[in-house]
Protein backbone atom coordinates (compact mmCIF):
# COMPACT_ATOMS: atom_id res chain seq x y z
CA UNK A 1 0.00 0.00 0.00
CA UNK A 2 1.66 3.62 -1.27
CA UNK A 3 2.32 5.57 2.03
CA UNK A 4 2.96 9.49 1.41
CA UNK A 5 4.59 11.16 4.24
CA UNK A 6 5.46 15.02 4.57
CA UNK A 7 7.26 16.96 6.87
CA UNK A 8 7.32 19.14 9.22
CA UNK A 9 3.32 19.10 9.31
CA UNK A 10 4.18 23.13 9.95
CA UNK A 11 6.57 25.26 9.16
CA UNK A 12 7.17 29.02 9.84
CA UNK A 13 9.30 31.25 7.72
CA UNK A 14 9.94 35.42 7.57
CA UNK A 15 9.06 36.81 4.56
CA UNK A 16 11.73 36.67 1.97
CA UNK A 17 13.25 33.45 2.72
CA UNK A 18 12.87 30.18 0.57
CA UNK A 19 10.43 27.71 1.73
CA UNK A 20 11.49 23.76 0.94
CA UNK A 21 8.47 21.31 1.93
CA UNK A 22 9.61 17.68 1.59
CA UNK A 23 7.37 14.73 0.21
CA UNK A 24 8.42 11.06 0.09
CA UNK A 25 6.35 8.44 -1.20
CA UNK A 26 6.99 4.63 -0.58
CA UNK A 27 5.97 2.60 -3.28
CA UNK A 28 8.02 4.23 -6.73
CA UNK A 29 5.37 2.59 -9.16
CA UNK A 30 3.71 6.44 -9.64
CA UNK A 31 2.43 8.29 -13.22
CA UNK A 32 3.26 11.17 -11.67
CA UNK A 33 3.52 13.33 -8.23
CA UNK A 34 1.49 16.90 -7.79
CA UNK A 35 1.80 19.57 -5.33
CA UNK A 36 -1.70 21.02 -4.36
CA UNK A 37 -2.27 24.32 -2.36
CA UNK A 38 -5.11 24.14 -0.18
CA UNK A 39 -6.08 27.66 2.32
CA UNK A 40 -8.11 27.54 4.93
CA UNK A 41 -11.71 26.64 4.69
CA UNK A 42 -11.44 25.90 0.60
CA UNK A 43 -10.69 22.91 -1.87
CA UNK A 44 -7.63 22.26 -3.12
CA UNK A 45 -5.76 23.68 -6.25
CA UNK A 46 -3.33 22.04 -8.05
CA UNK A 47 0.08 23.72 -8.13
CA UNK A 48 2.91 21.82 -9.96
CA UNK A 49 2.50 18.28 -11.98
CA UNK A 50 5.43 16.52 -12.42
CA UNK A 51 4.91 13.50 -14.76
CA UNK A 52 7.26 9.89 -13.48
CA UNK A 53 9.58 10.26 -16.41
CA UNK A 54 10.43 14.20 -15.32
CA UNK A 55 12.70 15.07 -13.10
CA UNK A 56 11.48 18.99 -12.02
CA UNK A 57 8.83 20.93 -12.77
CA UNK A 58 8.85 24.37 -12.44
CA UNK A 59 6.13 27.85 -12.60
CA UNK A 60 6.95 31.07 -11.31
CA UNK A 61 8.41 31.32 -8.29
CA UNK A 62 7.77 27.34 -7.54
CA UNK A 63 10.21 24.57 -8.77
CA UNK A 64 9.15 21.07 -7.88
CA UNK A 65 11.89 17.96 -8.22
CA UNK A 66 11.19 14.52 -8.31
CA UNK A 67 13.19 11.45 -8.03
CA UNK A 68 11.27 8.41 -8.36
CA UNK A 69 13.79 6.19 -7.32
CA UNK A 70 14.28 7.25 -3.62
CA UNK A 71 10.81 7.92 -3.16
CA UNK A 72 11.11 11.44 -2.88
CA UNK A 73 9.82 14.83 -4.18
CA UNK A 74 10.89 18.55 -3.02
CA UNK A 75 8.59 21.83 -3.71
CA UNK A 76 11.09 25.15 -3.51
CA UNK A 77 9.35 28.41 -2.98
CA UNK A 78 11.28 31.04 -3.89
CA UNK A 79 11.05 34.36 -1.84
CA UNK A 80 8.29 33.68 0.08
CA UNK A 81 5.59 35.79 0.52
CA UNK A 82 2.70 36.62 3.05
CA UNK A 83 0.19 35.30 0.64
CA UNK A 84 1.93 31.89 0.07
CA UNK A 85 0.83 30.87 3.90
CA UNK A 86 -1.55 28.12 3.05
CA UNK A 87 -1.10 24.33 3.33
CA UNK A 88 0.86 22.32 0.74
CA UNK A 89 -0.22 18.62 0.15
CA UNK A 90 1.64 16.43 -1.94
CA UNK A 91 -0.20 13.29 -3.57
CA UNK A 92 0.77 11.00 -5.97
CA UNK A 93 -0.98 9.38 -8.90
CA UNK A 94 -1.28 5.27 -9.31
CA UNK A 95 -3.05 3.27 -12.33
CA UNK A 96 -6.49 4.78 -12.37
CA UNK A 97 -5.59 8.51 -12.28
CA UNK A 98 -6.22 7.62 -8.39
CA UNK A 99 -4.46 10.25 -5.53
CA UNK A 100 -3.03 9.27 -2.50
CA UNK A 101 -2.17 11.88 -0.62
CA UNK A 102 0.54 13.20 2.44
CA UNK A 103 -0.79 14.42 5.55
CA UNK A 104 0.55 18.23 4.66
CA UNK A 105 2.50 20.98 5.23
CA UNK A 106 0.94 24.18 7.16
CA UNK A 107 3.56 26.82 5.94
CA UNK A 108 3.34 30.60 7.62
CA UNK A 109 4.68 33.49 6.28
CA UNK A 110 5.21 36.36 8.81
CA UNK A 111 5.23 39.64 7.09
CA UNK B 1 -16.05 28.85 -16.71
CA UNK B 2 -16.04 25.06 -16.52
CA UNK B 3 -16.28 24.41 -13.20
CA UNK B 4 -17.08 22.02 -10.14
CA UNK B 5 -19.89 22.73 -7.36
CA UNK B 6 -20.62 21.20 -4.06
CA UNK B 7 -23.83 21.63 -2.13
CA UNK B 8 -24.43 22.02 0.90
CA UNK B 9 -21.12 23.85 1.76
CA UNK B 10 -22.22 22.97 5.62
CA UNK B 11 -25.00 20.35 6.89
CA UNK B 12 -25.50 19.49 10.33
CA UNK B 13 -27.32 15.71 10.58
CA UNK B 14 -28.28 12.93 13.53
CA UNK B 15 -26.99 10.06 13.54
CA UNK B 16 -28.86 7.46 11.45
CA UNK B 17 -30.39 9.79 9.21
CA UNK B 18 -29.74 9.06 5.35
CA UNK B 19 -27.43 12.24 3.62
CA UNK B 20 -26.59 13.32 0.41
CA UNK B 21 -23.94 15.51 -0.82
CA UNK B 22 -24.08 17.09 -4.15
CA UNK B 23 -20.91 17.31 -7.17
CA UNK B 24 -21.47 18.58 -10.50
CA UNK B 25 -19.11 19.62 -13.03
CA UNK B 26 -19.08 21.42 -16.33
CA UNK B 27 -15.82 20.26 -17.72
CA UNK B 28 -17.47 17.24 -19.41
CA UNK B 29 -14.96 15.11 -17.45
CA UNK B 30 -14.98 11.43 -17.18
CA UNK B 31 -13.56 11.02 -13.91
CA UNK B 32 -15.07 12.11 -10.64
CA UNK B 33 -14.00 11.23 -6.96
CA UNK B 34 -15.00 11.77 -3.83
CA UNK B 35 -12.61 12.36 -0.81
CA UNK B 36 -12.64 13.04 2.89
CA UNK B 37 -10.22 14.85 5.07
CA UNK B 38 -9.60 14.23 8.58
CA UNK B 39 -7.07 15.19 11.01
CA UNK B 40 -4.25 13.01 11.40
CA UNK B 41 -5.75 11.16 7.99
CA UNK B 42 -4.93 13.48 5.22
CA UNK B 43 -7.44 13.09 2.11
CA UNK B 44 -8.69 9.71 1.67
CA UNK B 45 -10.65 7.88 -1.39
CA UNK B 46 -14.47 7.06 -0.91
CA UNK B 47 -15.53 6.50 -4.10
CA UNK B 48 -14.83 7.39 -7.95
CA UNK B 49 -16.19 6.80 -11.64
CA UNK B 50 -14.53 7.00 -14.73
CA UNK B 51 -17.95 7.34 -16.57
CA UNK B 52 -21.88 6.83 -16.78
CA UNK B 53 -23.01 4.02 -14.80
CA UNK B 54 -19.14 3.25 -13.73
CA UNK B 55 -18.75 3.41 -9.99
CA UNK B 56 -15.69 1.93 -7.77
CA UNK B 57 -15.07 1.61 -4.10
CA UNK B 58 -11.87 3.93 -2.75
CA UNK B 59 -9.72 2.96 0.25
CA UNK B 60 -12.91 4.03 3.03
CA UNK B 61 -16.18 3.36 0.69
CA UNK B 62 -17.69 1.67 3.94
CA UNK B 63 -21.08 3.26 4.50
CA UNK B 64 -21.11 5.33 1.61
CA UNK B 65 -22.40 4.92 -1.89
CA UNK B 66 -22.39 6.92 -5.06
CA UNK B 67 -24.53 6.54 -8.51
CA UNK B 68 -23.20 7.96 -11.78
CA UNK B 69 -26.52 8.84 -14.27
CA UNK B 70 -24.91 11.73 -16.40
CA UNK B 71 -21.37 12.72 -16.93
CA UNK B 72 -21.96 15.91 -15.17
CA UNK B 73 -22.85 14.34 -11.35
CA UNK B 74 -21.81 12.28 -8.75
CA UNK B 75 -23.52 11.98 -5.77
CA UNK B 76 -22.40 10.71 -2.79
CA UNK B 77 -25.10 9.24 0.39
CA UNK B 78 -24.09 8.18 3.43
CA UNK B 79 -26.56 5.71 4.29
CA UNK B 80 -26.95 6.07 8.09
CA UNK B 81 -24.77 8.30 9.67
CA UNK B 82 -22.16 8.23 12.02
CA UNK B 83 -20.60 10.39 14.27
CA UNK B 84 -17.23 8.75 12.34
CA UNK B 85 -18.74 10.56 9.51
CA UNK B 86 -18.15 13.80 10.68
CA UNK B 87 -15.56 15.30 8.06
CA UNK B 88 -15.02 17.78 5.31
CA UNK B 89 -15.59 15.96 1.83
CA UNK B 90 -14.22 16.88 -0.88
CA UNK B 91 -15.44 16.01 -4.44
CA UNK B 92 -12.75 16.01 -8.01
CA UNK B 93 -12.80 15.22 -11.59
CA UNK B 94 -10.49 14.55 -14.27
CA UNK B 95 -10.03 14.10 -18.00
CA UNK B 96 -8.32 10.96 -19.13
CA UNK B 97 -6.94 7.47 -17.73
CA UNK B 98 -3.64 7.48 -18.17
CA UNK B 99 -2.18 9.77 -15.37
CA UNK B 100 -1.18 12.91 -17.13
CA UNK B 101 -4.09 14.92 -16.08
CA UNK B 102 -4.56 16.70 -12.80
CA UNK B 103 -7.78 16.56 -10.70
CA UNK B 104 -9.32 19.52 -10.07
CA UNK B 105 -11.29 19.98 -6.49
CA UNK B 106 -14.40 21.27 -5.65
CA UNK B 107 -14.88 23.89 -2.27
CA UNK B 108 -15.68 21.23 -0.12
CA UNK B 109 -19.22 20.19 1.89
CA UNK B 110 -18.38 20.38 5.70
CA UNK B 111 -20.57 17.33 7.33
CA UNK B 112 -21.49 17.24 10.93
CA UNK B 113 -23.31 14.14 12.85
CA UNK B 114 -24.62 14.63 15.94
Not at chain 2, 38 to 66: A, F
Request: net charge neutral; hydrophobic share 30%; glycine share 10%.
Amino acid sequence: KQEVTQIPAALSVPEGENLVLNCSFTDSAIYNLQWFRQDPGKGLTSLLLIQSSQREQTSGRLNASLDKSSGRSTLYIAASQPGDSATYLCAVTAAGNKLTFGGGTRVLVKP
Amino acid sequence: DAEITQSPRHKITETGRQVTLACHQTWNHNNMFWYRQDLGHGLRLIHYSYGVQDTNKGEVSDGYSVSRSNTEDLPLTLESAASSQTSVYFCASSEGSGGLETQYFGPGTRLLVL
